[in-house]
Structure formats: C-alpha cells, structure tokens
C-alpha cells in the first residue's frame, strides 16, 4: 500500500509542475463551452436536413394503419419502422416497450394505432352520414396516439404532431369518398324515395380520429424539458477535454520509460499494477474538477452573458456516477495508449487524433440528431458517445443513477479492458528492460 502511495505522491508532484499543461487541461474546455455555448445558442435550435426515426406500432392490421405507414414512409424526413401485431407470429410491442425505446434513443417518436381502427373509423362515418344508426352509448372516435422523444425540441414535435392530424383527416375524406362509392352502388337499384333506400344527411364535417396533441408523459419527464446548445456542447466539451488526458498521461509515461525511470522503480520491486494505478488517483481528481467547473459554468457564469442556464436535472447521484465512470475510461485510454507508443511524437499524435475521431463520430463536435442514419449507427463505437448520451439522459430526459447503470458498466468495462491490456503490455515491458 506504500508503494501506492508513493506513486500517488510521485505523479501528483509531476503535474503540479507542468503549470502549463494544467491550465490547458482546465482552460481548454471552460473555453471552448463558453464560446461553442454562446455562438450556437439561436442556430442550434434550428437544424435542416434531418432524418427522425419513427416507429408505427399497427395493431389495426387495416386500411388505417397502412395509409398511416404509406404516408410517412414517402416522407424523406423519417426513417420509419412499421411493426404490425401479427406479423411473423411475433406480438406487436406494448405501450411500456415502445416508451423504453424513445428514452433510450432507439426511436424519436412512435405512433400507436389501436385495434379496430378502420372498423371503428367506417362505423362513425356511417353514423354520421346517417346510414346506420348512432351507437346507444356513443361511439366514441378513434384515438390514434403519438409519443415523442422529450428530447427533441417543441417546434419538431409540433410538425410531426401538424402531419399526423393532416395525414388522419386525408384518411377521413378517404373513407368518406369509399361510403359513398358503396352507397351509389347501394341506391343504383333504388329511385327516388322507394323504401329500402337509405336517407342521407351531410354534415357539415365528418370527424373520426381525435387530434392527436402533445402527449409527454415518458417516465421521469414532467416537465417537458427542450435541449438548449449548453445542455449539449457543457457535457460534450467535458467529454473531450478528459480524454484529452491521453496526452500528458502517455508523454510522462513515456519519459519515465526513455530516462530509465520505470527500470529503476522494478529494482524496488515494484509490481506493473501498482505503477499504473499512480497515475490513477491524480488524473481522476483532474477529471472530477473539470467535470464540477463546466457544470459550474453552464450553471452560473453563461446565463450572465448572455447564454442559456445549463439545466442538470434533478440526479446528482447519476452525475457522479457517470462522472467516475467516464474519468476510468479516459485514464484507461490514455495508460494504452502509452503502452504502445515507443515516442512521445507517437503518443501525442496517434493520441490526439484518436480522441478527435472518437469525438466527430460520438457526437461531440456535430450533435448526433443531425447525422445521417449511417452515422448515427456508428456513433456506438464511441466511448465519448456513451458518456454524452448518459449526460443528456440526466439533463433532458429526467434520468437516475438507477438509470445510469448500463452506461456506467459499459463504460467500466471499456476502463476495465484498457487497464488489463496496459498491465500486461507495461509488465512485458518491465521484463525485457
């Protein structure tokens, strides 16, 4: 445990000299939030070109459900998923499942059309028309639900929700042009007032679907919270600058290597582990501050100039837990990469674009909602990726630390295999020196 210790105490010593890399490690991401947070705060709001996944869960199996499907499938802007209960002896997913799938960002908004719709739909329009006689309780009309993505901002849930009533009021005069067709055909043997011919009344509209408004009621989320630009790039540039720790923890690995360091500390002995764990502690702390100082930031010094309040939701608990889990995985990238690298050219040049690549294809740089589906897909490759959506789960869609436990394991178990690699690489190392 000494031995710990000491190399606790060594590497804390190394950076406190560096004062250089310390400011750039602290001044970099308060910065960049600063700037990015205050020059996208109105363009972020609106974006162009974007594709929302949309899930038509069809129970109805009839001419509703497809018009539905057909409609929104020839619009460009949604990639649409239509499961229809039945199909492939597999059950359509309930409303608790479809829910699950929006928070989790597997869809951006779901559609539910309930059993019996095109029934019900023919029926009301019959009685409206008074070709059969009105329902002794009241029939009432069809109730066709739309669930979004609390995510997403108040104007796209506004157009989705604007095309889903248009689209059932074309399904509307539809069924009315098809009872009309049936009652010609119907009357064609009829003249006049003969008995058996149906009396028709017009109305002044026929109405069969309810409107279908804004409906949030996705767990955890009551107060319908809207993303604003610091509530995407606080987190994001957070994400960026701890894993930038790649650098000046790989560059004094790789000194300690080249001036013999790492041969003199075998000579105690000293195991591989013990020497990597070190360099732990101090980075966490540097990681756990740069979390509290862009939280910090967003909070209270953006909405004094000018900017948006960072709103962090109501889970510090799942703040920390992330906080901790994401810090493990920064370090541990950062010991592997020191384990490969033979220079530090190596290390600061391999590091500093693998975290740039991780970050453009996480969603750190250019926000995910606005990549095409192709590379939203390969956004989960991206350990930045998990943490930036964990964050957002916490800030927009109401989420616990309960909730943050799939993330925190993903993301251990990625720290987990970086660390198990680098302690064998760096014992391999240690031998053959």
Known sequence: MHKLLAAIIKESKLLLRDKEALLILFGMPVIFVLIMSLALRDSFQERAGIKFPLLIVDQDRGAVGKAVSDIFS???HFVVETIVAGDNDKPAPDEAAVKQALIKGRYKFAILIPAGATKQAGDLVQQQLGIAPAAKTGQSMVNIRLLADPSLRRDYRNIVIASLNRTLQGIESTILLGQFAELGKRMSAF??????APAIKVPKRITVFNEVTDEYDLPGNTSTPVPTSVQQNAPAWTL?????????LSVALIKERQQGSLQRLQSMPVPGW???????APYFIINQIQVALILLEGMYLLPRLGGDALEIGDSPAGLMLLSVAISLAAIGYGLLIASFSRTQEQANTFGAISVLILAAI??????KLVMPPLMQQLSVVSPLSWGLD????IFIRGAHAIDMLPRF???MAFAGVCFIVAVLRFQRQLRHN
Not at 240 to 248: D, E, K, Q, S, Y
Not at 390 to 393: E, H, Q, R
């Open 74 to 76: 020839r619009n460009r």
């Open 240 to 248: 960026l600058a701890m894993f930038f720790l790649v650098i000046p």
């Open 274 to 280: 013990v020497l990597l764990a070190g360099k732990v």
């Open 409 to 411: 394991f993903q993301l």
């Open 390 to 393: 964990g964050f957002l789960d």
């Open 191 to 196: 003249t006049g007032n003969m008995p058996g």
């Open 362 to 367: 996480g969603g750190i740089m250019v926000p």
